[in-house]
């Protein structure tokens, strides 16, 4: 049985081994470089979307009972906007970036040039299976790679559809699925990538960013954390209970950018407690289980993991849940233990502690008492506390009076920054990330300047001045 298993381990590193170069070979030959080339196979994926539009909102609801409106929004609609945008954009961001030149080098041009790393490894987890495997592979792709992708195993028929689909779409040699589970990805992490792209937990960021750090390979690790929400008195309480709600229930609060907590003032936080328990019932109706529109969770492990924070606090709504159906209600905790695990952890569900806090200090504490989260959502009218908060925390992104919706902005960098996460993506900003920006100083035979050569004879006055002028 033992040899069966290391066969089987031997033949998937064989197989991984030949990919990999097969795909280094083909980079080589720079057909990826071509800026038509990359139109092309940007192209071939947005027609491949379309064509599949209906199997692909199939796997993603009984991977995680997701609406419809929900995996056209959030997955598949956010990967074709940002492809429109590459198409009508990539001549411009591939051009070398022209920059100014000091005089010292006279007669030279100096340029950025974005060249494409090479061979690019994509990593990604369960939650938007599409869209978070996807929009590095925009990425990737626009800047001239080539991938090997590797979804999550958890989402058993996201993953073997898309698999299935990018396989048939491309020739192997440029852009490859392999699925798997934690064997598959440490034997792709054992190989050398010119670029690993990774969205998951802390956890396994750690583990990927030791396998890369191997061979001085560039990361980009798109994490979690616990992020936000502070509420201040001076809001429209309805519009702030309304966007709270969606952005924490929607996929069932199993979204990286979900506000995790709530840290709200004490003056107003009876009020916002009734109108958010309001906007569940309206959402979701009286009993959500129900409702089309409420997902569920992804496996049994996070079933019961989520259960678990339920004695951290008392429960004030919801509460209740479904083993056989993996579902868990919207719910809201008051009291909350601030040393348990719920306080810890990375919710990643439909739980939401309430806390309050006395004054703004208390609350920026308590955020700065943690590790930096990926998003921060502050809900005020009152432009000086807002500049205070945004001063005084740090946050991958932060959206003012909405969640979840900077990262709707293809202008803006997502990221993380610290504990969040390292690097960031979506729009020009994909297509910088899975870029080498090269600089080019590109000088000329027609002036000599002697004195820079040995034996040397300037003395340092003039060095000083020259080199104050020329530089
Ligand atoms: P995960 O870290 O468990 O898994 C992510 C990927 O890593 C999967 O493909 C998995 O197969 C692989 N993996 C798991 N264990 C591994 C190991 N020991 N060695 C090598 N590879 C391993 O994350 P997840 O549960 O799929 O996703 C949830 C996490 O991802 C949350 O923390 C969430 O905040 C984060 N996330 C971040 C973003 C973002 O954009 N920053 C987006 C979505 C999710």
């Avoid at 064989?14 to 170069?21: F, G, L, M, R, T």
């Avoid at 937990?201 to 191997?214: E, I, M």
């Avoid at 309050?356 to 943690?370: C, F, M």
């Avoid at 600089?439 to 002036?447: A, C, E, K, P």
Wanted: charged share 25%; with cysteine.
């Amino acid at each position: 049985m033992n040899n069966t298993i290391n066969e089987q381990a031997k033949t998937n590193a064989n197989d991984v081994q030949s990919i990999v170069k097969f795909q280094r070979d083909y980079f080589a030959s720079n057909a990826t470089k071509d800026i038509q080339f990359r139109k092309d196979q940007l192209l071939k994926l947005k027609n491949m979307l379309n064509a599949n539009e209906d199997a692909i909102i199939d796997a993603l609801h009984k991977d995680l009972r997701k609406h419809e409106f929900e995996a056209y929004a959030t997955e598949i609609g956010i990967v074709i906007g940002d492809i429109d945008k590459a198409l009508s954009k990539l001549t411009k961001w591939a051009k070398p970036r022209k920059v100014k030149t000091p005089p010292f080098h006279y007669v030279a041009s100096s340029y950025i040039k974005p060249d494409p790393y090479g061979n690019v490894l994509i990593i990604a987890p369960w939650n938007y299976p599409v869209q978070l495997m996807l929009l590095p592979l925009v990425g990737a792709i626009a800047a001239g790679n080539t991938a090997i992708l590797k979804p999550s195993e958890l989402s058993v028929h996201t993953s073997a559809l898309l698999s299935k689909l990018l396989n048939e779409t491309y020739d192997a040699q440029y852009i490859k699925v392999i699925e798997g589970a934690v064997e598959e990805t440490q034997l792709l992490l054992a190989e050398k990538f010119d670029f690993i792209f990774f969205t998951g937990s802390t956890r396994v960021g750690h583990l990927v960013y030791q396998a890369a750090a191997k061979n001085l390979t560039p990361v980009a690790l798109e994490l979690g954390g616990k992020s936000p929400c502070i509420v201040d008195t001076d809001i429209h309480l309805d519009f702030t209970a309304k966007r709270i709600v969606w952005g924490k229930f929607i996929n069932v609060g199993q979204t990286c950018i979900a506000p995790d907590y709530i840290l709200v003032d004490k003056k107003i936080k009876d009020a916002l407690v009734s109108k958010i328990q309001f906007y569940i019932h309206k959402f979701f109706g009286e009993n959500p289980q129900e409702s089309e529109s409420m997902g569920r969770i992804i496996n049994d492990v996070h079933f019961d993991r989520l259960l678990s924070y339920l004695k951290d606090g008392d429960v004030i709504e919801g509460g209740t849940s479904d083993r056989s159906d993996k579902y868990i209600a919207p719910t809201l905790l008051d009291n909350v233990n601030m040393d348990a695990p719920i306080m810890e952890d990375e919710i990643f569900g439909p739980i939401l502690p309430i806390i309050e806090y006395g004054n703004l200090r208390e609350a920026i504490d308590l955020i700065n008492s943690k590790e930096k989260p990926l998003a921060l959502y502050i809900f005020s009218k009152n432009n000086k506390k807002i500049s205070r908060i945004l001063d005084e925390t740090s946050a991958g992104g932060v959206t003012v009076n909405d969640t979840l919706m900077h990262i709707a902005n293809g202008a803006l960098p997502f990221g993380g920054v610290g504990a969040s996460g390292i690097g960031a993506y979506h729009g020009q900003h994909s297509f910088d990330l899975f870029s080498h920006l090269k600089s080019v100083l590109h000088r000329s035979f027609l002036v000599e300047e002697p004195i820079r050569y040995a034996p040397y004879k300037l003395n340092l006055n003039w060095l000083k001045k020259i080199m104050d002028w020329a530089l």
